[in-house]
């Protein structure tokens, strides 16, 4: 972008909304958990970056740094073992999943590294890098420790619980202050899932998240509704997109909760966490305020009025298939709006007291 057209980009727009996952070429992970990954983008996406860099009052929805940790499951399972400050005794818990990051399958002492991080089988396999690339969907469930051999899984890879939830699913998105969630169906429960793999030969049951998971084929019949079979503290988890969101400091985000099946009606049983950097296209009627700039980094266009278009899709926002847009929109706006003001706010008040 010419110098001259940055100032006048500058000038004309007071927020960009961006879907920088979209615009991921490749993920160097570093070294440790400490280390920051380095992250290449389109080129597009690298102009937009650079703009923001050199302008530091510009503002972004959400700003780059603050996605990079959805990016890597580990640091993201890292993140979460800060709930138990949000936990109260004798109440219901929410946690992340127990995990081990593994850098070869076919390390001399994983069999004991496994018990150690607590997990047992089966397990869930994931790779390191979360989004972003062809491959970081590729997971697999495996049931003894020679499934890890061979496994197609990308390295380094980050080895999960698998909790027994039912079939169910529970997906969050949250936009500012507000929280939605639906319920879908998931994967089977373990017994369930074993019996698939011992018809199989006892191979690892391999799937991509993105298109299809594994399901129980011999109870499963076309049409069949999703039913709930279990409880969930809505309240404590809306608690734990709260946290998430200050810490992390992301205004647009989603996880998902599983609520562990349990025969008896425990007053402590587990809410197992897992954060997501999904974000599904809405494409709908939009009203979008004076200097908004939806941007898809291959074509920039500017709204210098309040206008309705039905001719963009506004790549941000979680799916929200199960809100309606009456409910999903304005809840989109006013998130933006807030953090908008919020950070005006932020700006003048050392100016004032000056």
């Known amino acids: 972008m010419k110098p001259a057209r940055e100032e006048d980009f500058a000038k004309v727009v007071d927020v960009v909304l961006h879907k920088a ?3 991921i070429i490749s993920i160097e992970l570093g070294s440790n958990s400490e280390s920051s990954n380095r992250v290449t983008y389109t080129s597009g996406m690298q102009e937009l970056q650079r703009f923001m860099e050199h302008h530091s009052n510009f503002f972004a929805i959400d700003p780059l740094d ?10 993201i399972q890292l993140v979460l073992l800060g709930l138990q400050d949000i936990n ?15 850098n070869d399958f076919n390390e001399s002492d994983l069999a004991q590294r496994l018990p150690e991080a607590k997990l047992s089988f089966p397990c869930i396999v994931k790779p390191q890098v979360a989004c972003g690339v ?20 990308p390295l380094p890879a980050v080895v999960q619980e698998y909790i027994n939830h039912s079939s169910t699913l529970f997906k969050f998105y949250v936009l500012g202050e507000t929280v939605f969630h639906a319920i879908k169906k998931s994967i089977p429960n373990s017994n369930t899932l074993r019996k698939s793999y011992e018809r199989n030969g006892s191979k690892p049951i391999l799937f991509d998240s993105l298109k299809s998971l594994p399901t129980d084929t011999e109870s499963q ?4 509704a999703v039913s709930c079979k279990v409880d969930l503290d809505l309240e404590l988890v809306i608690d734990a ?13 989603g996880f998902d909760v599983v609520a562990k099946e349990s025969s008896t009606h425990n007053a402590t049983s587990t809410i197992t966490f897992s954060m997501t950097s999904q974000a599904l296209d809405l494409q709908t009627y939009c009203h979008f305020p004076s200097n908004i700039l939806v941007c898809s980094v291959k074509l920039f266009r500017f709204k210098k009025a309040l206008v309705t278009t039905s001719l963009w899709t506004l790549n941000y926002l979680p799916s929200f298939k199960e809100v309606h847009n009456d409910i999903a929109i304005p809840a989109f706006w006013d998130a933006i709006k807030m953090k908008y003001e919020s950070k005006k706010m932020k700006a003048a008040t050392p100016a004032s007291s000056s």
């Open 21 to 23: 996952t979209d615009e």
């Open 66 to 75: 603050n996605i990079y940790p959805v990016l890597d499951r580990l640091k």
């Open 88 to 102: 109260a005794e004798g109440c219901l818990t929410i946690r992340g999943a127990h995990f081990l990051k593994v």
């Open 134 to 153: 062809a491959d970081a969907h590729s997971m697999a469930i495996v049931f003894e420790i020679e499934d890890f051999k061979h496994l197609s899984v």
């Open 221 to 224: 019949h076309p049409g069949d």
């Open 241 to 253: 997109a709260k946290w998430l969101a200050r810490t992390l400091d992301l205004t647009i985000f």
